[in-house]
């Protein structure tokens, strides 16, 4: 394989969510010019009730200009909170349940071709009743759903949220469910 040499990163603009870089790269002896995204990390968490349904939440997203359902979700606090504190975080913010039983399930990489950001996907299971803790922008519906429906929507591509499509297919493969 062909030695790849950054030869410059320069910060083209900071978001509040997000830095894009300029990097400057030589491949296969040819200078290129490629954008980077910096994402800090954030955790997601696939909350599963008592009797085995998955609690989703339906939210607005703009990049999309729609409504999603997906597995309760956000960014880190800061760049070194553990992602299992975020994942426990966003479950109680979003959903109005808490756990004292959250399990790692994976780490997904969003979009390796321009972007580090990295998602710690957990599992959290004997969900307590606690009460939502929403951002003032914030408008979320929590909805109960059956893991077999989720998969009927991950396989129609109603369902294309990367992290709640490897959530799920991960759990159902790991609970045998078809």
Known sequence: ME???RL???????????????????SNGVEEIFDFIHHDGAAAVLPVMDDGKILMVRQYRNALDRFTLEIPA???????????????RELEEETGYRSEHIEYLMTVNTTVAFCNE????????DLIPSKQHLDAD????VEAWEVKDLLDLIYS?????????AAILAHAQREGIR
Not at 15 to 23: F, H, M, P
Not at 138 to 141: A, Y
């Open 74 to 88: 956000g960014k880190l606090d800061r760049p070194d909170e553990p992602m299992i504190e975020c994942a426990g």
């Open 138 to 141: 914030e408008s979320i519906d």
């Open 8 to 26: 410059n990163r320069e910060l083209a603009y900071t978001g509040s969510v997000l830095k894009i870089y300029r990097d400057t790269v030589v």
């Open 157 to 165: 591509g109603k369902m294309t949220d990367g992290k709640t499509v």
């Open 118 to 125: 990295k998602i710690g996907v957990y599992i959290a299971r």
């Open 3 to 5: 030695k790849i040499i």
